[in-house]
């Protein structure tokens, strides 16, 4: 399948429940591969390993003969994704860094364009960013050439800065890992996979008989597995699809329309309910482990022993988490698709996402719905549905949108869920207004 007629997708296999025997194993690979991540990010996270992270080949090659995998006993087809894995995210971590190090450039009142500059070409050359890191010897770039910069001041910034910033990746998850597929095959309705033991393998049933012959993530669960599988989806076309859409991402309706239509109404609904148990449900945990840690102090064993395995466990508290999670994902995804089938769009208008600000401080009430807002999850699904139906997708600039009135374009007030604009008597909703704006500027 082209490339440019599919996109990834991640659909989802379960198993059959595992007898005890076979859930050791996997909780044993899964332990391991944690092992094996960690072990690279200690070796490889910091700046000495920074050019050797491209290809991952060579990280692969070193890691060999280390003598790790012998000693884990972990079979190659866990090992390798394990480093793969592990490098990954380590330039992952190493994009985090650069981006932080991009804003404070950008802020700092004291460097001049032609500082910034230097410092900004640096970044994205990493050969010569490794090299100030390391304090090696490096020829300028070309870009730089001419400038009027102190480039040890510079330079030494950069370090203080990646300094602050870099942190070493590290890991305790120890319910997953990824097989290869040449670890696994299919017998009947189950599959089949690498045993520590040479020449065996493990029999995981399954509850349908899809077989795959891709890279697979192995999530452990009480007594099961899920399988995430990436797959092709085909991109599909609607002959049918021609409007266009202005709208707004809104925390307490999902959507709403440069015409008036919501779709997702009452999403805060949905999601404060479950946001106030999880504080109520937080403050009990903290009292029972401050009784814990007091218990513990003095010498009651027995006391802290019983607060840990009646109050402190975690398997009921995750699992009704996860339960309401995919019970709203699950209802916003379908708020998406039936925005589609009616709205019949070929392009959709949106404004880019607003960073929170740093500098306010906000109430405890509202941190908490704010860590738990879905607008990431809603943008992210909606581009995604995009793409899979041919849609072209809009972000435009949100600079006016919220304040100012739609009608007359004067500064209005916004009081609760209500837009009022003393200028021209305009009221509407706060989303509706800014639904307008955005039609408005985009046609503009």
């Not at 919501?262 to 945990?285: I, S």
């Amino acid at each position: 399948m082209a490339a440019d007629n599919s996109i990834t997708k991640t659909i989802w296999q379960h198993s059959q429940p595992l007898p005890q025997e076979t859930m050791e194993f996997l909780k044993g690979i899964a332990s391991d591969y944690s092992k094996v991540r960690n072990y690279v990010y200690k070796r490889y996270a910091g700046i000495k390993s920074m050019n050797n992270l491209t290809p991952v080949y060579s990280i692969l090659n070193e890691m060999r003969y280390c003598g790790l995998r012998e000693q884990l006993n972990l079979p190659a087809v866990y090992y390798e994704l394990a480093i793969a894995d592990a490098v990954a995210d380590i330039k992952s971590n190493w994009g985090i860094v650069k981006n932080k190090l991009g804003e404070r450039i950008t802020a700092n009142e004291a460097l001049s364009d032609a500082d910034r500059l230097y410092l900004r070409t640096v970044l994205k050359n990493g050969s010569i960013y490794a090299a100030i890191l390391n304090r090696q010897e490096y020829e300028m770039p070309e870009k730089t050439f001419g400038l009027s910069i102190d480039t040890k001041r510079l330079n030494n910034l950069l370090c203080r800065l990646t300094r602050k910033y870099l942190t070493m990746p590290k890991t305790e998850d120890a319910d997953w890992f990824r097989i290869s597929p040449n670890g696994y095959s299919y017998k009947e309705d189950a599959m089949r996979i690498v045993c520590r033991t040479p020449r065996k393998r493990i029999l995981i049933p399954l509850k349908d008989d899809r077989r795959f012959d891709r890279q697979i993530r192995v999530n452990i669960r009480e007594d099961s597995v899920v399988l995430a599988v990436p797959t092709e989806a085909k991109i599909r076309t609607h002959p049918d699809y021609g409007n266009t859409v202005y709208m707004h991402i809104g925390s307490r309706d999902m959507f709403t329309l440069s015409d008036g239509k919501v779709y997702g109404e009452r999403l805060d609904e949905r999601t404060n309910p479950e946001t106030e148990r999880l504080m109520q449900k937080n403050r009990e945990r903290r009292r029972m482990y401050d009784a814990y840690e007091k218990n513990a102090a003095s010498g009651q064993r027995q006391k802290a022993e019983n607060i840990v395995e009646n109050n402190l466990g975690r398997q009921k508290y995750t699992k009704q988490k996860e339960r309401e999670r995919a019970g709203l994902t699950t209802w916003i995804n379908a708020e998406i698709n039936r925005m589609l089938r009616e709205e019949k769009p070929d392009r959709i208008v949106i404004t880019r996402p607003v960073t929170k600000n740093k500098t306010k401080i906000y109430a405890k009430t509202v941190n908490r719905r704010l860590a738990r807002s879905f607008t990431g999850y809603i943008r992210k699904r909606l581009a995604y549905k995009c793409r899979v139906h041919s849609i072209e997708l809009v972000e435009i600039s949100s600079k006016g949108t919220g304040s100012l009135c739609a009608v007359c374009g004067a500064e209005g007030k916004r009081q609760g869920k209500a837009f009022l604009c003393e200028s021209c008597g305009y009221t509407t909703t706060i989303a509706l207004n800014a639904a307008q704006n955005v039609k408005k500027k985009y046609e503009a």
